[in-house]
């Protein structure tokens, strides 16, 4: 479904992904892991045309993406949650999620896809007219996965889902994520810091360090290997 | 005649304001969404007073109804006016959008002064006049010796102003675009990974921006029945001026912070001095800015984090 080839990307004279190459399959679970500084948002942005790939092929569904502006790669099929969230903060919970199906024909889709994102959120109903940044942390997250959904994505980029929210709080999310694989038929690719949940849920993975894929295989394959656990699961406190 | 005084004055400021209002809601929203001030933007307002009196006085050589003649200049002013914005953007500000701050608006200084000199060039230096359009009026209190008038003029001013704010507030904050437009002030990567032009979103604000300028310059010249190329310059600043005052960003700022100065302008020639009443509204903005520095109506930004 998607397969990145080569791909280098800058940030103005300093290379931050040096030949990266990944295939995603329709209907998998793919996971990217990687200390911070590693390239892994960089990667997500190339694919989300964000930033420029200066060399390499992005394919997805059979067409050629690299050079696609951001909005036309949204229509494609491919929504991101970014790195942190990026809530609309100052509008209401609503208008977010409008903003959302925006790439969905133009909204107006709007009544049905929002129906799905109350079955993977229920909180979200009770905060249609706050402002996104009165929500909590982990509310903002579901909000953020809710409004990528309601572009009616082939595929999802999920870029540290876990990061700053409650331990409660990211079970209830890796469960969303799931379903959204499972039920929705939502191909996922899902970069995280959390090696050992991500690597749970996957059905393959990828190690990116200083911008070159080191290791890939399946999730079961990759939390039992020693390089890993050493580096990612059980140093850091993490445990 | 105290109060008659008062309420003439009141009439001239609000009809005054309107015509600011318009212009500071382009200097508002172009700020809100790529935080940059036009500079330009007076001399949009100049040029679409200028299309306004050459339509006018094409119409004149015409017989069509006066407000069919009120209502095609309008749309022509408009139309013409948002093509130049359009371009401005195009040619002077898209180019660097990934530049340093300060470099769009060296280019607006620039575009500003493009505008004059072309207008200059094209239309001559000489004061150019309208001969007035709209005649007649209310006339008030005319037993207290000092009489009250509302012109017929005045009264279009105003509704027309009031009746396209009320317009583009709707726009702003019920449509689909007015919600792109808010989502582009605050995050334009986000709001192009909602699959929005995000170059579309902005072309729009500008051409919004620049029509709602023709329209105070119709306004403007049927008002005063002078122009010349350089009325953009000082009806800039004080639209600008408006925007700050109102809080820039807001587009219920703008239209308060028009109004503001209009009244202020008024009230100060009437009470005061008429020789210092641009330096009345820029003491007016120094003085709120120490005690507002974001202004009357501007948001302090909550972000939860």
Known sequence: ?239 | MDLAYFLQQLINGVTLGSVYGLIAIGYTMVYGIIGMINFAHGDIFMVGAFVALISFILFALTSIALPVVLLLTLLIAMVFTACYGWTVEKLAYKPLRKSFRLAPLISALGMSIVLQNYVQAAQGARIKTLQPVIQGGFTFMEETGFTVSLSYLQVFIVLVTIFLMAIFTLLITRTALGRAQRACEQDRTMTALMGINVDRTISITFIIGSSLASVAGMMFVMYYGVIDFYIGFLAGIKAFTAAVLGGIGSIPGAMLGGLLIGLIEVFWSGYISIEYKDIAAFTVLVVVLIFFPTGFLGKPDIEKV
């Open chain 1, 1 to 239: 479904m998607l397969t990145i080839t080569n791909i280098e990307t800058f940030y103005g004279n300093i290379q931050a992904l040096r030949g990266v190459n990944v295939k995603v399959n329709s209907g998998e679970i793919v996971t990217l892991i990687g200390s911070n500084g590693a390239g892994k948002s960089t990667l997500l942005m190339t694919i989300s045309g964000v930033n420029k790939a200066s060399a390499g092929e992005i394919i997805f569904d059979n067409k050629n993406i690299q050079n696609l502006p951001a909005h036309d790669i949204v229509n494609l099929g491919i929504s991101q949650v970014p790195e942190g969230r990026r809530i609309f903060s100052r509008l209401t919970v609503e208008d977010n999620l409008r903003l959302g199906a925006s790439a969905n024909q133009k909204g107006v889709h709007y009544n049905k896809e929002v129906k799905d994102v109350y079955d993977l959120f229920p909180i979200l109903k009770d905060r249609l007219n706050q402002r996104g940044g009165t929500l909590s942390g982990g509310e903002q997250q579901m909000l953020a996965i809710g409004r990528a959904m309601m572009a009616k994505p082939k595929m999802l980029l999920l870029d540290e889902p876990s990061l700053g929210i409650a331990p409660k709080l990211v079970n209830q999310i890796f469960l969303a994520i799931k379903n959204i694989n499972r039920e929705k038929k939502v191909t996922i690719f899902l970069i995280e810091q959390n090696a050992k949940k991500a690597l749970e849920l996957a059905d393959r993975g990828y190690v990116l360090v200083n911008g070159n894929i080191t290791l890939e295989g399946t999730g079961q394959e990759l939390l039992k290997n020693q390089d890993i656990q050493a580096a990612y699961l059980e140093g850091g406190g993490k445990k």
